[in-house]
């Protein structure tokens, strides 16, 4: 299976484009999530959805939206890019209704973003 | 607020055995993970604590103390693969993932 895929690989944007990262799984996870990674910081959450047409803010929301009309599909939007917004985006999944308790995140390959 | 501490590098000899530590104080704790990201990759799973002990997995371990807030990952007979970024994340009371920065282990010839 493919698992997570994350589309595009990488971009650079001008500053107050906007601009949607795709994110799909083929897991039926009902919990997906948005991560961003700096150097020297750990991931931060941006955004989450715990099953189906709901989402709830992470860490670091500001300046990014989310939707999930699907169980599958996670895409996060920014409205008007900024240089601060340059880093890798990771999304991720899990199935936190399994009943093992762990609820293993799974991650796609990251789209690697830089606002100019 | 909440943090995670573990080193930032370290460096350590093919063969040999490498214990990585992470320290912890978040709002609840609801498991700890250990994942491995090699360098331009995503993280991928490797271990997952919720009781004191160690759990065993192969040539990995890892260990927690929940009243000390602390956790290592032990690697032994180490290859050059084992060459990655190490991090820790702790599930806090919302279930939340706080990730610790990561560690960067070097495996020299």
């Known amino acids: 299976t493919a698992g997570i895929t994350q589309a595009p690989t990488s971009q650079i944007l001008a500053a107050g484009r906007s601009m949607t990262l795709r994110c799909t799984q083929d897991?039926?996870?009902?919990?997906m999530y948005w991560y961003r990674q700096d150097l020297g910081l750990g991931l931060r959450l941006i955004h989450y959805?715990?099953?189906?047409?709901?989402?709830g803010k992470g860490e670091v929301p500001d300046g990014y939206s989310v939707s999930r009309a699907n169980t599958d599909d996670f895409p996060l939007t920014l409205a008007s890019a900024v240089p601060s917004q340059t880093s890798v985006y990771f999304c991720?999944?899990?199935?936190?209704?399994?009943?093992?308790?762990?609820?293993?995140?799974?991650f796609g390959p990251g789209t690697r973003l830089t606002v100019l | 607020g909440q943090n995670i501490d573990q080193p930032t590098e370290m460096t350590a000899t093919e063969g040999a055995i490498v214990q990585i530590n992470c320290t912890y104080q978040?709002?609840?704790?609801?498991?700890l993970f250990w994942y491995q990201q090699h360098a331009g990759e995503a993280p991928t799973f490797l271990s997952y604590?919720?009781l004191d002990g160690l759990e065993e997995k192969g040539r990995f371990s890892s260990f927690l103390s929940r009243s000390k807030g602390y956790s290592y990952l032990l690697l032994k007979e180490l290859q050059m693969k084992d060459s990655a970024s190490y991090l820790c994340?702790?599930?806090?009371?919302?279930?939340?993932?706080?990730w610790g920065a990561g560690t960067k282990l070097i495996i020299k010839p």
């Open positions: 897991m039926r996870h009902n919990a």
């Open positions: 991720a999944s899990s199935d936190s209704n399994s009943g093992h308790g762990i609820d293993t995140q799974y």
């Open positions: 959805s715990n099953t189906a047409g709901t989402t």
């Open positions: 978040t709002s609840g704790f609801n498991g």
């Open positions: 994340a702790v599930k806090d009371s919302n279930y939340q993932l706080i």
């Open positions: 604590n919720v």
